[in-house]
């Protein structure tokens, strides 16, 4: 019994690990932008390839795919805010621990991307992972050969 448990394992523990998605694919928020299909705050998967980008649905439905020489423009933001919504709820517990909570700050990562592709032309924003971003960025300015523009750099006046 143990021997066909081993062999059993042997068998499953190579099929895991080979199962697991490649290293070119990220899981994103999409965050708006020019893709049908899609609405702000869907999850989506960000497929990076040698000649195309691609975002992926949840369920597994393409919405777009971007050739890479088509790109315009890589950018990348931040929204930085306080915690006031947990401060408050922590405060009505213990204040001391209250104020601190209302201290510490949230930092939400978004890319986005233009293209022009002949007579398809588009953008879009996604929310990525904090740990995930500056792959993602550097993956795809090393796909395109573009650098990324900060957007929060960049003055606007209205």
Not at 22 to 41: E, W
Not at 58 to 63: A, G, H, R, S, W
Not at 98 to 122: N, P
Request: hydrophobic share 45%.
């Amino acid at each position: 019994m143990r021997r066909l448990i081993a062999l059993v394992l042997c068998f499953m523990f190579p099929i895991a690990a080979f199962a697991a998605e490649p290293s070119n694919t990220y899981k994103v928020t999409y965050d708006g932008g020019s893709l049908l299909g899609a609405k702000s705050g869907d999850s989506a998967t960000l497929v990076l390839e040698a000649k195309t980008i691609r975002i992926i649905a949840k369920k597994d439905t393409e919405l777009v795919a971007i050739p890479v020489d088509s790109v315009t423009e890589i950018s990348y933001g931040q929204d930085v805010h306080r915690r006031v919504g947990a401060a408050i709820g922590l405060a009505v517990i213990s204040f001391g621990i209250g104020a601190l909570m209302a201290l510490s700050k949230s930092k939400k990562h978004y890319v986005g991307l233009t293209w022009a592709d002949g007579d398809k032309k588009g953008g879009f924003a996604m929310q990525c992972d904090k740990n995930d971003y500056r792959g993602i960025l550097a993956a795809i300015e090393g796909l395109t050969g573009k650098k990324a523009v900060d957007s929060d750099a960049m003055n606007v006046k209205n």
